[in-house]
């Protein structure tokens, strides 16, 4: 959760207990996938394959949970595309994309995760209004997110990234998620590093740069 969070309880269905499998040969955790039905409100919207960033997309209230690097869904494909193609379009590279790409896969699963997890927390990085991070609509508008995370969100109050760890590629990339988030579980960032280097591996040389 995003800065000065409080700690999530840990049950059986906690929305944290994420899934890597595939080729990393990391071991999956258990994880029930509540997928909503493609019929239901906020799914089964522009689904497609077009590099355009609409508004739609932007905007879009995603309700689906769980995470399998193998088994990323056409939603989690764009929005790790959309996270390249931003960190791209502010000229940062591989190092700031993983961090970003590790935090969304741990607080929303790489979906702009509709209704809010904690108190009012939303979007790719279940950011928080109360804590400075935008407005109800900015945290859950996914280009205005991005900035904020990365800390160049004129809309944002909250330190970000590069105001947070301005070295940030000497740092390990879960270190720098958790210095921005400040998570009550910080070592869940790490976890998912992996599974952030193969998603940039596998899609940045086709992203291009978005900086609208």
């Given amino acids: 959760m995003a800065s000065t969070t409080s700690a999530r309880p ?9 899934m890597i499998a595939g080729s990393l040969g990391l071991a999956a955790a258990a994880m029930p996938l509540a ?6 409100a906020g799914v089964g919207a522009e689904r497609t ?19 399998v690097l193998e088994a990323m869904d056409d939603w989690q494909v ?31 699963w790489l979906y702009n995760y509709e209704p809010a997890v904690d108190a009012d927390s939303g979007g790719l990085f279940q950011q928080r209004p109360s804590m400075g991070w935008g407005s109800y609509d900015e945290v859950r508008h996914k280009k205005h997110a991005v900035d904020a995370f990365l800390g160049v969100g004129e809309h944002s109050q909250a330190p970000g990234l590069l105001q947070a760890v301005p070295d940030v ?5 879960g270190a ?10 910080p070592e869940r960032y790490a976890e998912q590093v992996g599974a952030a280097r193969e998603i940039w591996a596998r899609y940045a040389d086709d992203v291009e740069p978005y900086a609208a």
Avoid: Y
């Fill in 176 to 185: 720098a998620a958790q210095a921005v988030q400040a998570s009550a579980h």
């Fill in 169 to 173: 590629e000497n740092w390990e990339p």
């Fill in 49 to 67: 394959d077009s590099d355009e960033w609409t508004e739609k997309f932007l905007t879009r209230a995603e309700t689906r949970e769980g995470f």
């Fill in 35 to 40: 997928v909503a039905p493609a019929t239901a």
């Fill in 78 to 108: 764009k929005n790790a595309k959309f996270i390249i193609a931003v960190v791209k379009g502010h000229e940062l590279g591989e190092s700031v994309a993983v961090v970003a790409l590790s935090t969304a896969i741990v607080e929303a």
């Fill in 10 to 18: 840990l049950s059986p269905f906690s929305r944290r207990r994420l």
